[in-house]
């Protein structure tokens, strides 16, 4: 665990330790003072996955202390969710339900183990989030707090007690704390995978969030006309090089990223059934994790066997859909890695894409270990494995089941 720092000057009267996840948003910055009347000692936590900047953690380390926190720590875990997640998001190819790179399960789980580990350094056993009672997170959360402590309490008041965001305003102007009306209106979860928007249109299956709301992805209207080419190189699945240029993790994430939103690519919605069971919907940005999905899905087709990309394309969606529902400490999550794993070692070449409004057009590839060689053969041509009357013979027995099985249908 990185640790940036630890703040304990507030001096309130000692009670049973709880830890918080804390963002400084509304839920959270409700939680500190509703749980300090309860007779808890808060010590606040943030977990920063790539959403906030050195001037954003300082703000949310103040915000806590005003609020009358206990103690803060705030703990870097970027390198940890790109080498835990990111990578393999990108060699699974996954997209929930074919449009979102599961941005926040990954982040969620890391900010529960790290905050687990705070808590067992801390001696503390009382663990408390700001999920609702409607959405994954209170999943994500609890799954991986019991899943990395032996025992534990799991505080979720907004949860357990049915807050609504509404009691939750009037009850911190109580304290004297205001809430942008921006933060009523939309919840936003900023982070090295993308950002996710909900809220009002998004509680129905028609309409987009403001073009405003959106922090970074350029509009179609405003995106240059003329596209982009960018390289994307990799090494056994793992992306290493934008246009020549080695780069190292968040380097390349990063370079990818904004090249991508000036081109208005990466925004998307997405429509799907929750963990609980019921529908719901959020809008999001995901430029660099949209890009490099594409380009290894692309150099895969190139370098892969038909049976390993259909088996490692189904098992890629397991393995997503466990990580995105909170279950990743299954160990099947495990089993499917090592065969994602495996599938990577010829995943190594470019890829040149191109962005131009909004779209990713997949302009090539070039590996040594392409099976698209033109000395074997080339499609619709010629090739140096068989001949016509070989081909002509495959023809006929090619499929001949399912021809004798149509015509016994038609008797």
Not at 59 to 82: F, M, N, P, R
Not at 88 to 99: D, E, F, P, T
Not at 345 to 372: C, D, F, H, P, W
Request: hydrophobic share 40%; net charge negative; charged share 20%.
């Amino acid at each position: 665990m990185s640790e940036i720092s630890t703040d304990t000057t507030n001096s309130v009267t000692p009670g049973k330790k709880v830890i918080l996840a804390f963002s400084g948003g509304l839920d959270t910055s409700f939680l500190v003072p509703y749980l300090m009347e309860k007779g808890y000692s808060v010590y606040t936590a943030t977990v920063n996955t790539g959403g906030f900047s050195a001037d954003e953690m300082a703000t949310i380390a103040q915000k806590s202390k005003d609020l009358g926190a206990y103690g803060h720590t705030a703990i870097d875990a970027v390198s940890e969710l790109y080498n835990d997640f990111v990578v393999k998001i990108i060699q699974a190819n996954y997209l929930r339900g074919g449009v979102y790179p599961a941005c926040v399960g990954p982040e969620r789980i890391i900010a529960a183990k790290k905050i687990a580990e705070l808590a067992l350094q801390m001696g503390i056993s009382v663990v408390a989030h700001g999920s609702t009672g409607a959405g994954n997170d209170q999943v994500r959360f609890d799954l991986a707090l019991r899943a990395t402590m032996e025992s534990v309490e799991i505080l979720a008041p907004i949860r357990d007690e049915g807050f609504t965001r509404a009691q939750e305003v009037e009850y911190l102007k109580t304290k004297g704390v205001t809430i942008p009306q921006k933060n009523l209106d939309y919840s936003i979860n900023v982070g090295v995978l993308g950002t996710t928007i909900g809220g009002k249109e998004t509680k129905t299956p028609l309409g987009l969030v403001p073009d405003e709301i959106y922090p970074n992805v350029a509009t179609i209207a405003s995106a240059p006309e003329v596209g982009e080419e960018i390289v994307i190189g990799f090494e056994k699945g793992i992306a290493v090089s934008v246009n020549g240029v080695a780069m190292d993790d968040l380097e390349l994430i990063d370079a990818v990223k904004i090249v991508a939103q000036k081109h208005g690519v990466g925004r998307g919605a997405h429509l799907g059934t929750t963990i609980l069971g019921i529908k719901g919907r959020i809008v999001f940005e995901a430029a660099a994790l949209r890009v490099l999905i594409e380009a290894h899905k692309e150099l895969e087709k190139s370098v892969l066997t038909s049976k390993q990309i259909f088996w490692k394309d189904h098992l890629g969606v397991v393995w997503g859909d466990s990580v995105h529902e909170g279950l990743y400490f299954d160990p099947v999550v495990a089993d499917i890695e090592a065969m994602i794993l495996s599938s990577q070692k010829t995943v190594t070449g470019e890829v040149i894409v191109r962005l131009q409004k909004g779209n990713i057009i997949v302009v090539g590839s070039k590996s040594a270990y392409s099976l698209m060689d033109s000395a074997f053969a080339s499609y619709g041509e010629e090739n140096s494995f068989w001949n016509g009357r070989d081909a002509q013979g495959f023809s006929k027995i090619y499929g001949l089941e399912g021809i004798i099985a149509h015509k016994k249908h038609q008797l």
